[in-house]
């Protein structure tokens, strides 16, 4: 398989990852580059193949349902760019 | 005093113990060293003023004859690993001045056990890539330079990625070990390339927890140091259970020290005949005959294995490691931390932001995961990569069942290249470095690679071995006895 301009531009939409006009092509040829690498997965025959969910399974511990932590609004957002009241700010999401 | 950088980490400690010098001059010596090597680039950040401080700590705790496992040790700690209130970049743009108010897990058990800290080393952005090449704040130059005729060749080395600060650092003396991280190889491969020693633990042995995480299903911390007993020291106080991260696994932590210099007698030691694949050079595949008859030599039974499905590993890597990224880096927002490009709306805010803040291989990754989840393509691309994914790891559970305690390898298909040599118009070029190392991550094995040998043109190579899981111990003790038999691998002399 490989993408087409049309593709790069959705996926980088997707991505959330502005691509310029002049960016297209090189990513397009990227890409195709590690679809075709990757490709050779097909030869592999994965009938009744369970995928891989945990490398190391082993039974979750639940802990204990109690809170442990909390109380430092201040920590939590002393590295935002812009912040009123201990509330991350963003520009403006509805009229 | 001026070679107490020199000391093996084994060395410090035992000399600080005796009181032959003290922590604050073995610190002193290592803060010049630091602050000599700005042509290296290996740390981002340096710190010290909280080695000094943690010193002193130090000196008084030896005074007391209450020292613990690394005390008054310097470490540098790769910028991946979250420090509190000291910036920590994953080497991107996207974080620049980000101060965690947090520690760590892995950090924290080191400041435990009484290490001090150098400073924050420099890596590949967000651990992608495999020469230290794409960090935000520049290359890495390892301290090796290669022979051309009778000279050596003042051509820029890469120390290796992504961990090439931390590999550098540990070569050139700087510090004494440091925080790595290894998805695909990013531990062994810069350990190789610098005539250092690496151990990736088995996925679980460490938390992950405060570490920017690249892929979660890979991501494992490790130590790199100056020689096998060096790491296995180190790795004793960086591994542990941890509540904070489910997915580590409460084990007891042996004392792998006690594993160096172990007889090798009657372990049976795996060939796999699926790595001798193109693109080997010559004189890997010699030093990897080398390497099985140091082993039989030591006592161990060598036996052929094979691992049917080696071939598929790097291509499945490359699906099921940009998949995670994508998701796990979808947190890189502008809202919470890090750079924020201003724009009209939120959704050209993020577009800005992350176009701005990451770099072209990491956006490149990012596209790659994003494209294999996407609608349509899941099943065809990221659902069949774990199908192969557990074949890869069925292929290891066989070798081990049939009674196999390692397998032994090359670490990396080649030397250490020059910057800017590898990987500019092909991303595969440089994909193809982590080929020996990625089915170990894939299969949340334990890995260590440790210097074997010199290439003709003067650079360090080395030889990878695989354990089963959770057995770290047979690792340190077969790479001991690799380090025993081989010639030594002299670290070059200061250039720079």
Not at chain 2, 11 to 34: H, P
Not at chain 2, 308 to 336: F, K
Not at chain 2, 363 to 378: E, F, K, P
Request: aromatic share 8%.
């Amino acid at each position: 398989m490989s993408v087409d301009q049309a593709t790069v531009r959705r996926i980088a939409r997707l991505a959330r990852i502005r691509v310029r006009d002049d960016e297209v092509a090189g990513l397009q040829g990227e890409l195709n580059a590690i679809l075709s690498f990757v490709e050779r997965l097909g030869e592999v025959d994965v009938d009744g193949i369970e995928p891989m969910t945990a490398v190391t399974p082993r039974p979750m511990t639940p802990r204990r349902d109690v809170v442990d932590d909390g109380g430092i609004a201040s920590a939590v957002t002393a590295n935002a760019p812009a912040t009123e009241d201990h509330f991350f700010t963003v520009p403006k999401v509805i009229e | 005093m001026s070679d107490l950088t020199a000391l093996s980490l084994a060395a410090a400690r035992d000399g600080l113990r005796a009181k032959r010098f003290s922590a604050l001059e073995l610190n002193e010596a290592s803060i010049t060293a630091v602050a000599a090597a700005k042509p290296l680039n290996c740390f981002i950040t340096e710190t010290p003023d909280h080695a000094r401080r943690a010193a002193r700590v130090a000196d008084e705790r030896l005074g007391r004859g209450e020292a613990r496992p690394l005390e008054g040790i310097p470490l540098g700690i790769k910028d991946l690993y979250c420090t509190l209130g000291v910036q920590t970049t994953a080497a991107s743009r996207i974080l620049q001045g980000f101060e965690p108010p947090y520690e760590s897990t892995v950090s924290a058990n080191l400041w435990r056990d009484g290490a001090t800290m150098l400073g924050k080393l420099n890596l590949d952005e967000f651990a992608m890539g495999s020469s230290n090449e794409t960090s935000f704040f520049g290359p890495v130059v390892s301290p090796w330079r290669r022979r051309e005729g009778d000279e050596l060749s003042e051509a820029a080395i890469v120390p290796g990625g992504s961990s090439g600060g931390s590999a550098a650092a540990v070569a050139a003396r700087l510090c004494f070990g440091a925080t790595a991280t290894d998805t695909g190889g990013s531990i062994r491969q810069p350990a190789a390339f610098t005539g250092t020693v690496g151990i990736k633990p088995t996925y679980g042995r460490c938390s992950r927890w405060g570490i920017v995480a690249f892929a979660s299903s890979l991501d494992q911390a490790g130590p790199i140091a100056r020689d096998v007993r060096d790491c296995a020291i180190l790795l004793r106080s960086m591994a542990g259970h941890d509540p904070k991260d489910t997915t580590s696994v409460d084990l007891p932590v042996p004392d792998y020290e006690a594993a160096v210099g172990a007889s090798m007698k009657g372990r049976v030691i795996g060939i796999p005949s699926e790595y001798r694949m193109d693109g080997m050079s010559a004189e890997v595949e010699a030093l990897w005959e080398r390497g099985i008859a140091w082993m039989r030599d030591a006592g161990a039974d060598i036996r052929e294995i094979s691992l049917p499905h080696t071939r598929y590993a790097l291509a499945a890597y490359y699906i099921v490691a940009p998949a995670e990224a994508s998701s796990n880096l979808a947190r890189y927002d502008g809202v919470r931390y890090g750079l924020r490009v201003p724009a009209r709306d939120v959704v050209d805010m993020y577009e800005e932001t992350r176009a701005a803040g990451f770099g072209r291989e990491v956006r490149r990754r990012i596209m790659v995961g994003t494209y294999v989840l996407s609608a349509g393509y899941y099943d065809a691309y990221y659902v069949r990569a774990q199908k192969i994914r557990t074949l890869i790891k069925r292929d290891f559970e066989n070798a081990f069942a049939a009674g196999v305690d390692a397998i032994l390898t090359p670490a990396t298909p080649t030397a250490a290249f020059a910057a800017g040599e590898k990987g500019s118009g092909d991303p595969i070029e440089m994909y193809l470095n982590d080929v020996f190392t990625v089915t170990v991550n894939m299969a949340g094995l334990p890995g260590i690679a440790v210097p074997a040998g010199v290439s003709a043109n003067g650079l360090p190579l080395g030889l990878q071995l695989i354990g089963r899981a959770f057995d770290e111990a047979t690792l340190f003790t077969a790479a001991a006895a690799i380090e025993a038999a081989a010639p030594k691998v002299e670290l070059p002399a200061r250039w720079w």
